[in-house]
Each structure stands twice: as C-alpha cells, then as structure tokens.
C-alpha cells in the first residue's frame, strides 16, 4: 500500500474479527471492533491488534465511534449485521416484531452521524429479494443522500479464493469517488477446494481433539450417526446411500425428502458447501468429512471460512466451547473477503491519489 494513504477503520458488529482480520492483512489499521456478544472478546482480541468493545449498537454514538478515528487518516466504517433477521424464515415469520431488523437501520444512522469516508457492508444475498421490506434500499438511499457513490454486487466467495460455496451481499461506498470491488482473483480451473485447505490436516476421530491443535476438534457422534456416516459418499445423499434402517422418520415424511445433504460427506475436489452456524454437525447439513468417520472439526470449518490456521479460539482445551466457536465461525465474515474488501478500498484510494479517477 502505499505509505502516503492512512486509514483508521471501525468495525461493528465485529464478531471474532473475520473482517478485522481481512482488512489488517491488505494493510489497513482497524482501531476497534464492537459487537454486543462479549463472548467473542477473547478470540477478537487475541487474533485482531485491535481492542474490543461489547456494545449494542443502538448505545453507540458518533462521538463513540470518532474518538478512533486519526484526524489526518481516511476514516473508513465497516460492519456485517447479524443475517438472521434476513433469512426467509424469519421475514416470513416476524419481519415487524424483530428487534434485529432495526441494526440496519442503527449502521445507517452512524454513517450518517459519522460521516466517514469510506463505508463496506457484507450480508445475505436475501437482503436484496425482499422487496416489500425496504430496508436495504432504504440504507443505499441514504448513503445516496449523504453524498455517498454506492457498489454492490453479490460476491461468489470461491471467485476470491475462499474454499467454500458462499455468497454473500457487498457494498462499498465512497464520498470521495466511484468505488468498487477488484474483479475475481480465481475462476473454476483453479477453485481452491476443500483437499487444498484441510487435506493437510492431522487425522482425528469422532469426538477427539488433536493434541497440537485444541480447535481440531470434532464433535462425538453416537453409534448411529457413526453407522450413517460410514454408509454416507462424498457428494452423494442419505436418499441413495443408506441402508432404509439409518433414515430418520423425519425424512420419511414429504417436507423431510428435500433435505438431501444433511449428514453428507464433502467432495475432496470441489469448495466446500457454506459454513453455518452448525458447521460442525453432520445433522445440519453436507458438514461429514470426505474420508474421516466424523463432522469436521472447528479447525476445519474455521480453514474452509479461510481464517488461518494460526487462529485463536480459547486459551485452553476446557475453555473451548464447540457449539460457541461453531457459531462464531459460522457468522463471520471470511478474513480472504475482508482482504479483498481492503485492497479495492485501497486501490479506490490509490487511483484518486494518482489522478485516475
């Protein structure tokens, strides 16, 4: 980067850093991270050279967020609302009645009290299908109206080499000038797979942790799951694989048919499917190991998310949560996105510096 452009970042709605994380590796400063979870300070802060704040965003002003900010530096604002509140589930079920639906809405306040200089938004694709709840296209009409030049576009992460079958929603927005993302890194001749991430990986058992590596760990299947997972291919469905004895009496029934990657292995040679926030369950989804009788480990899910394999989730054995972590990794923003989110700012800044734009 060049040594002339400066930028101090604040993220909100932070996590355990994923984005933080992203944007230090394309070299840039990111001051402070808030989140209202105070469970994920300790891999935050541990992993992010960056200070932790748990905070609802509702509780937090500009003064709350400029003190972080260098005079002389570009002042950037990121964040990631909790996608929940977007699935079309919960739009379906109770799209007035939850509170969530509102951070949107608080993110776009602070830009607009804020008034940075650089904004990046990361969510669900699903945010854009919803046209009779407008709070997505309410935030771009206010960053509009705040004198803001707006992108986005719905990101393929493998396109970024990210091994994983995830989409998600990315918006930039500049005051300073047109803006947008780097054009894809990768393409599908050289889509890194799940075999490229964890194939390196030491061999575990269901319900064992990996004495160099306390998040290599794996959750313990019963004698059941351990029989559905051994009759379980790679790619393939309990629907063709298992014997009539192993299925569940919820998939017997109409609306279970159409769940056919639950307890499925992954395929070695392709990105792995997304990362949620049950990723280390075979009963949530295509989460079993290609070749290990097992659901992948924390490690793993964390590799496919591409968070390195440096990265810290507890101080000890007996303070790692699997289902917690699980969770944490499942929402975050993957670190390579928050990389590439980083360089296109710091090309956007690069180009206005040198005339280009």
């Not at 050279?49 to 950037?76: E, G, Q, R, T």
């Not at 499917?273 to 480990?297: K, L, V, W, Y």
């Not at 101080?315 to 972590?325: G, V």
Request: aromatic residues 10%.
């Amino acid at each position: 980067m060049d040594e002339r452009i400066k930028i101090s970042a604040v993220d909100l709605f932070c996590g355990i850093g994923g984005l933080s994380y992203g944007l230090q590796n394309a070299g840039i400063k990111v001051k402070v991270g808030i989140d209202l979870d105070k469970t994920c300070k300790y891999t935050y802060e541990a992993n992010c050279n960056a200070k932790f704040i748990p905070a609802n965003i509702k509780d937090i002003k500009s003064s709350d967020v400029n003190i972080y900010f260098d005079d002389n530096d570009v002042k950037l604002l990121v964040g990631c609302a909790p996608c929940q509140p977007f699935s079309t589930y919960t739009y379906k079920k109770d799209k007035q009645k939850d509170e969530r639906w509102q951070l949107l809405y608080e993110f776009s306040r602070l830009i607009t009290e804020v008034k940075p200089d650089i904004v990046s938004m990361e969510n669900v694709p699903s945010l854009l299908n919803f046209k009779k709840a407008p709070v997505f296209y309410e935030f771009v009409d206010s960053l509009k109206k705040n004198g803001y030049n707006v992108f986005y576009k719905i990101v393929y992460a493998p396109d970024y080499g990210i091994p994983q079958k995830r989409k998600r929603l990315v918006l930039l927005a500049s005051r300073l000038g047109d803006i947008s993302l780097i054009s894809p890194t990768h393409s599908v001749e050289n889509y890194k797979t799940v075999k490229d991430a964890i194939g390196h990986l030491e061999i575990i058992k269901s319900g064992e942790t990996s004495k160099t590596d306390i998040a290599h760990k794996a959750s313990l299947l019963s004698e059941m799951n351990i029989k559905r997972i051994r009759q379980s291919k790679p790619g393939g469905s309990w629907k063709k694989d298992w014997d009539k004895d192993l299925i569940l009496d919820c998939h017997k029934e109409k609306s279970g048919k159409s769940y056919g990657s639950i307890y499925g292995r992954m395929r070695w040679d392709e990105p792995a499917p997304t990362m949620t926030t049950f990723c280390t369950g075979i009963g949530n989804g295509r989460f079993g190991h290609p070749e290990q009788d097992r659901a992948i480990s924390l490690r793993e899910a964390a590799i496919l998310q591409s968070f390195p394999e440096t990265y810290k989730f507890a101080e000890s054995p007996e303070l790692l949560s699997l289902t917690k972590a699980s969770k944490h990794v499942g929402n975050a923003v993957p670190p390579r996105l928050g990389e590439v989110i980083g360089i296109s700012i710091i090309k956007h800044l690069t180009e206005i510096r040198n005339g280009e734009k």
